[in-house]
């Protein structure tokens, strides 16, 4: 099965760790790809490794791209997403996982740091011993009508309403 959750409000990571959190406890293995946050320290970063050794969160990007204070070389960005895609396909290959999660895959290409046909190829991968993964996640903004198009359950996050337009700063353990 292939899962989306995109769309412009909040909870598109979030419904992915409650995915992998349900999956853990039915004894599955889930390994989750960051293809854009990197540097920044996450509540996430600390429950990957309460979930060890069936949950395995790895922080492949170098941050937000052009926002948030970003000095980076666009350059750095785009070799960070291309190293995390050859990374997913690996991964996947391997037949190690029941679930993979590409974390903001979709800003990724909505970015231009990595092509979407790039990308699509993942989608079809499986080990051709274990057939494994059974289930791919891509999470973020902007999702491709490609992405859409293939995905088998797509979940749209719509924002109605967040604190962050009266000013409050996103909060340590729940935006991240």
Not at 7 to 19: D, H, I
Not at 101 to 113: A, K, Q, R, S, Y
Not at 115 to 136: A, G
Request: glycine share 10%; net charge neutral.
């Amino acid at each position: 099965m292939f899962y989306i959750f995109t769309g412009n409000g909040k909870g598109k990571t979030t419904a992915a760790l409650g995915q992998a959190v349900r999956a853990v406890g039915e004894g599955k293995k889930v390994l989750m790809i960051q293809f854009i946050k990197g540097p920044w320290k996450s509540g996430e970063d600390e429950s990957a490794k309460l979930l060890e050794p069936n949950f395995k969160l790895v922080k492949m990007g170098r941050g937000f791209v052009g926002i948030m204070g970003d000095a980076l070389p666009r350059k750095e960005h785009e070799q960070a997403a291309e190293e995390a895609c050859e990374y997913a396909r690996k991964e996947i290959e391997s037949g190690d996982w029941d679930i993979v999660i590409l974390d903001e895959i979709n800003n990724t290409v909505f970015l231009g740091l990595i092509s979407k046909e790039k990308v699509m190829e993942l989608i079809n991968l499986k080990n051709p011993l274990t057939r494994k993964p059974e289930h791919l996640i891509f999470t973020g903004r902007d999702a491709t009508q490609e992405f859409i198009d293939r995905a088998d359950l797509v979940t749209e996050m719509l924002d109605v309403k967040h604190p962050y337009y009266q000013g409050v700063k996103g909060r340590r353990g729940l935006e991240y």
